[in-house]
């Protein structure tokens, strides 16, 4: 039986009971169609590959010659050339010590601001805030693991000393030979610089790749799922206002109420802030890419950062009972 229509519109009540009686293959079909591939994570490692190139051909970025520098300067470089070369290439640039060094507080951030703003239909709430945290979880036991603590040493520096890395003493004495110091037992990167020394010899796993690209895809991916869920499209505050008026009260609950001026504002905004720490997330990826680690340590880290991502949001394309616990794309 047609819907019927009030003013020549259908309401949204009856539209949403059109839907029920719709197949579910079609449904499920128009959900997953235009959904982001996980071929889009090739994107990041056509940054660092651009990143590296730029390294090898500019003569900024190339390193200066041995013999220009005092004996035992060369070695002791934490990057292949004097950080006065560019302002990013030495790690004490604003955007590394306030950003990158609290990356994953203001990821945190920027996805409680989403979830915050977003409002799903009443009736899917709950589903949608208890896998969206999930997915949070997941992904930041991943970075805690890797990063700070994976019960003792962090992963990066496991793997660092499991390669042969070791701390070495960085103190220089009047005759500007190291003074003797036993800094083999040291097992992490911090407890090694507290000591005023510095690894040396090792595998080090990128933790800058790996932290900027999970947090810029994990965002992205996030920010797509809330505005798919959620039970208002996004319109500017004036639009929204616009919209609300031509509303019946009846379908305004029918799609869980609508917003305000001020809070759509709020909704808006904290999705600039989302796209601001992507945009500084792939920015200093291109930075690290160019100044600091092997292409080795920096393919390292992005697997790591691959890995945990497919596992949050594209293995349950073959694990459905993992998507019905996790949700995802």
Same mark, same amino acid.
């Given at each position: 039986m047609p819907a019927v229509q009030r003013n020549g519109r259908i309401t949204a009540t009856q539209e949403k009971q059109q839907e029920?009686?719709?197949?579910?293959?079609?449904? /499920?079909?128009?959900?997953?169609?235009?959904?982001?591939?996980? !071929?889009?994570?090739?994107? !990041?490692?056509?940054?660092?590959?651009?990143? /590296?190139?730029?390294?090898?051909?500019?003569?900024?970025?190339s390193p200066p010659p041995a013999e220009s520098l005092a004996p035992g300067i060369t070695s002791d470089l934490n990057v292949p050339h004097f950080h006065s070369t560019n302002y990013f290439a030495?790690?004490?640039?604003?955007?590394?010590? !306030?950003?990158?060094k609290f990356g994953w507080f203001w990821t945190t951030l920027a996805f409680v601001l989403l979830q915050i703003t977003t409002r799903p239909p009443p009736a899917s709430a709950l589903k949608h805030y208890v896998q969206s945290t999930l997915r949070y979880g997941l992904v930041t036991i991943s970075w805690f693991l890797t990063t700070q603590w994976c019960f003792g040493p962090a992963l990066v520096d496991r793997s660092f000393t499991i390669t042969g890395g070791h701390c070495e003493p960085q103190l220089i004495n009047t005759t500007g030979l190291k003074e003797a110091m036993d800094m083999t037992t040291i097992a992490s990167g911090p407890a090694c610089k507290a000591a005023g020394g510095e690894w040396r010899g090792g595998h080090d796993i990128s933790g800058h790749v790996f932290m900027l690209a999970l947090s810029s895809a994990f965002l992205l991916y996030e920010i797509y799922i809330a505005d798919r869920? /959620?039970?208002?499209?996004?319109?500017?505050?004036?639009?929204?206002?616009?919209?609300?008026h031509d509303m019946t009260e009846e379908e305004r609950k029918a799609v869980g109420g609508w917003e305000s001026e001020s809070v759509a504002m709020v909704r808006i905004w904290s999705r600039y802030f989302l796209y601001a720490v992507v945009v500084l997330d792939f920015w200093m990826l291109m930075m690290t890419a160019i100044w600091f680690h092997t292409w080795t340590e920096k393919?390292?880290?992005l697997f790591i950062a691959a890995g945990t991502l497919w596992g949050t949001y594209f293995v349950g394309d073959f694990i459905p009972q993992w998507r019905e616990i996790v949700g995802g794309l």
């Open positions: 029920r009686t719709q197949p579910a293959t079609s449904s /499920s079909m128009t959900s997953t169609r235009h959904r982001p591939s996980a !071929y889009l994570l090739l994107v !990041y490692p056509v940054v660092l590959a651009l990143g /590296s190139l730029f390294a090898f051909l500019s003569p900024v970025a030495g790690k004490r640039n604003i955007i590394n010590v !306030y950003f990158v869920e /959620s039970a208002h499209p996004s319109v500017s505050p004036r639009a929204a206002a616009a919209v609300a393919l390292s880290g």
